[in-house]
């Protein structure tokens, strides 16, 4: 697939909690990506630093890249204002601004340097039938935003958010206020404009995800714990945290019943004192094994498991330490 938005080390900090941990992930192109996760994972403060909305946050703290078409939004002389352009967001709740129908969608043209009225008539025809509102409200066009129901608002600002023509659509749970008919025609029109858009939305829904994503990121407290093309994501989950997720079942914190440190150990040296470990240790014991060697992050798992023992979990810790949780099973 390919990509369009690349997070490279992405830490992010409100005070002196940190909030997002070393998140580093290629968003693919023209496809629809879920971020899944319980609640104060990271999910809604991942999806805003990627428009960089996450600057309204007081205290703050970001660092690591965000590139978007090879671009670093983070870049100090990065424009703000035109990468929010790029970016059309849908929040939980709708907020059409306190204006008709009409100025609402002209709104974002007009504030680009819009003014010729045929043009903006046009515009406004154009992005209200994309989504897919144009029938029910052409005939009031001129009449209050805040008249509309709950479910033709969420399209409204849909529209108001194409009408800047952006790049990617960003999606904060964009359903879950509406009524189910209302959700309905929203997912379906995310279906629709995936051909033209790069769409990231979180939801709590895990049915929403499987219905609509082509890829999926799983967040944990922070951490990106596993991510790949949905189907697969789904039907095969790589970590028992992932694994425990999307089963409805709880994630368990393993108690750490012994540590190995292997900083500064190369392969493979690495695997070879990870399994000697293992061999002194009680079966259902937790061993946690942190590497700075990026060839340790996929040779020692897999050592651990041809042994016929168990792989937890997979870890980064920052920029170049990475932690590896496994248990003894033979």
Same mark, same amino acid.
């Given at each position: 697939?390919?990509?369009?938005?690349?997070?490279?080390?992405?830490?992010?900090?409100?005070?002196?909690?940190?909030?997002?941990?070393?998140?580093?992930?290629?968003?693919?192109?023209?496809?629809?990506?879920?971020?899944?996760?319980?609640?104060?994972?990271?999910?809604?403060?991942?999806?805003?630093?990627?428009?960089?909305?996450?600057?309204?946050?007081?205290?703050?703290?970001?660092?690591?890249?965000?590139?978007?078409?090879?671009?670093?939004?983070?870049?100090?002389?990065?424009?703000?204002?035109?990468?929010?352009?790029?970016?059309?967001?849908?929040?939980?709740?709708?907020?059409?601004?306190?204006?008709?129908?009409?100025?609402?969608?002209?709104?974002?043209?007009?504030?680009?340097?819009?003014?010729?009225?045929?043009? !903006?008539?046009? &515009?406004? =025809? @154009?992005?209200?039938? %994309?989504?897919?509102?144009?029938?029910?409200?052409?005939? +009031?066009? #001129?009449?209050?935003?805040?008249?509309?129901?709950?479910?033709?608002?969420?399209?409204?600002?849909?529209?108001?958010?194409?009408?800047?023509?952006?790049?990617?659509?960003?999606?904060?749970?964009?359903?879950?206020?509406?009524?189910?008919?209302?959700?309905?025609?929203?997912?379906?029109?995310?279906?629709?404009?995936?051909?033209?858009?790069?769409?990231?939305?979180?939801?709590?829904?895990?049915?929403?995800?499987?219905?609509?994503?082509?890829?999926?990121?799983?967040?944990? !407290?922070?951490? &990106?714990? =596993? @991510?790949?093309?949905? %189907?697969?994501?789904?039907?095969?989950?790589?970590?028992? +945290?992932? #694994?425990?997720?999307?089963?409805?079942?709880?994630?368990?914190?393993?108690?750490?019943?012994?540590?190995?440190?292997?900083?500064?150990?190369?392969?493979?040296?690495?695997?070879?004192?990870?399994?000697?470990?293992?061999?002194?240790?009680?079966?259902?014991?937790?061993?946690?094994?942190?590497?700075?060697?990026?060839?340790?992050?996929?040779?020692?798992?897999?050592?651990?498991?041809?042994?016929?023992?168990?792989?937890?979990?997979?870890?980064?810790?920052?920029?170049?330490?990475?932690?590896?949780?496994?248990?003894?099973?033979?």
């Amino acid at each position: 697939m390919k990509t369009h938005i690349e997070i490279e080390n992405l830490n992010v900090y409100y005070g002196e909690e940190q909030v997002l941990n070393n998140i580093s992930i290629d968003i693919p192109d023209k496809k629809i990506t879920a971020i899944i996760g319980p609640s104060g994972c990271g999910k809604t403060t991942l999806l805003k630093s990627i428009n960089r909305l996450i600057d309204e946050v007081d205290g703050v703290k970001v660092s690591g890249k965000v590139l978007v078409d090879g671009e670093d939004i983070y870049d100090p002389k990065a424009e703000v204002t035109q990468i929010r352009k790029k970016m059309g967001l849908l929040s939980q709740k709708p907020y059409p601004l306190p204006m008709s129908i009409y100025d609402n969608v002209a709104y974002g043209p007009r504030i680009h340097g819009q003014k010729d009225k045929k043009k !903006l008539d046009a &515009l406004v =025809e @154009h992005y209200l039938r %994309e989504s897919s509102l144009w029938d029910e409200v052409k005939d +009031k066009l #001129h009449s209050s935003a805040a008249r509309l129901s709950v479910g033709q608002q969420q399209r409204l600002c849909l529209a108001r958010g194409l009408a800047v023509e952006p790049e990617a659509i960003l999606g904060d749970e964009p359903t879950s206020s509406l009524d189910p008919v209302s959700a309905e025609r929203i997912e379906r029109k995310l279906l629709e404009l995936k051909g033209k858009y790069t769409i990231i939305i979180v939801t709590h829904s895990l049915r929403q995800a499987k219905r609509l994503a082509d890829y999926v990121l799983f967040l944990y !407290l922070g951490n &990106l714990i =596993e @991510h790949g093309p949905a %189907e697969e994501f789904f039907k095969n989950p790589k970590h028992v +945290k992932t #694994h425990a997720y999307i089963n409805g079942r709880f994630i368990d914190e393993h108690k750490i019943d012994k540590e190995l440190n292997l900083k500064g150990t190369e392969c493979p040296a690495n695997f070879v004192k990870t399994k000697i470990a293992l061999e002194g240790m009680e079966i259902g014991q937790v061993l946690k094994v942190i590497v700075d060697d990026k060839t340790a992050v996929s040779e020692v798992p897999k050592a651990v498991e041809y042994d016929g023992h168990k792989v937890l979990s997979v870890n980064p810790l920052n920029n170049t330490d990475w932690e590896i949780i496994c248990q003894k099973e033979l």
